[in-house]
T-cell receptor, first 112, second 114 residues
């Protein structure tokens, strides 16, 4: 059975801090790992990672994948209150269901 | 483009009632899925479809039916609503297998069953 564990489940930091969110996974026929940000409504796509060791960056957000150790991290530097959200990771596989298994998410709160 | 459109946004049902949550996409996406989201549970897959006429069950299919008669529409039917089905429901679509492209999500339907 596919498994996705995100940690921490919740995190409260102050504006300007740097945070690291973790995602470990066990899926069959691994293809990719996706990160989503969810504010009040629908999840929005952040990154898709397919290769180990190659960092993807978008502004203050970055993410990296380790396919040997089966985990990914999402870093946010110089956090702002607008970064407050639930961050979901979803490994994608070539077998079973619709190909994505979502973790429970990390609820990040940035205090001014 | 409207993307993925879900209706209604909010709904209150009485136990035992039936209803249909609507989902439509205008991006010519083959893959469509329904998820439910409960506090602390992440997104759990209810049903999915890889194209018109093809549907399959996900992780939590009991109490729900789907059909996919067109590429654009993927309605979710609650047969006899129960309080355990109180949740936020998201429809999502993807051009190809979402492990390759990710999903585009609708804005969700908040359902309360009393």
């Amino acid at each position: 059975e596919d498994k996705v564990v995100q940690s921490p489940l919740s995190l409260v930091v102050h504006e300007g801090d740097t945070v690291t969110l973790n995602c470990s996974y066990e899926v069959t026929n691994f293809r990719s790992l996706l990160w989503y940000k969810q504010e009040k409504k629908a999840p929005t796509f952040l990154f898709m990672l397919t290769s180990s060791g190659i960092e993807k960056k978008s502004g203050r957000l970055s993410s990296i994948l380790d396919k040997k150790e089966l985990f990914s991290i999402l870093n946010i530097t110089a956090t702002q209150t607008g970064d407050s959200a639930i961050y979901l990771c979803a490994p994608g596989s070539g077998g079973g269901a619709d190909g994505l298994t979502f973790g429970k998410g990390t609820h990040l709160i940035i205090q001014p | 483009n409207a993307g993925v459109t879900q209706t209604p946004k909010f709904q209150v049902l009485k136990t035992g009632q039936s209803m249909t949550l609507q989902c439509a996409q205008d991006m010519n996406h083959e893959y469509m899925s329904w998820y439910r989201q409960d506090p602390g549970m992440g997104l759990r897959l209810i049903h999915y479809s890889v194209g018109a006429g093809i549907t399959d069950q996900g992780e939590v299919p009991n109490g729900y039916n789907v059909s996919r008669s067109t590429t654009e529409d993927f309605p979710l039917r609650l047969l006899s609503a129960a309080p355990s089905q109180t949740s936020v429901y998201f429809c999502a679509s993807s051009y190809q297998n979402p492990s390759l492209r990710g999903y585009t999500f609708g804005s969700g339907t908040r359902l309360t069953v009393v």
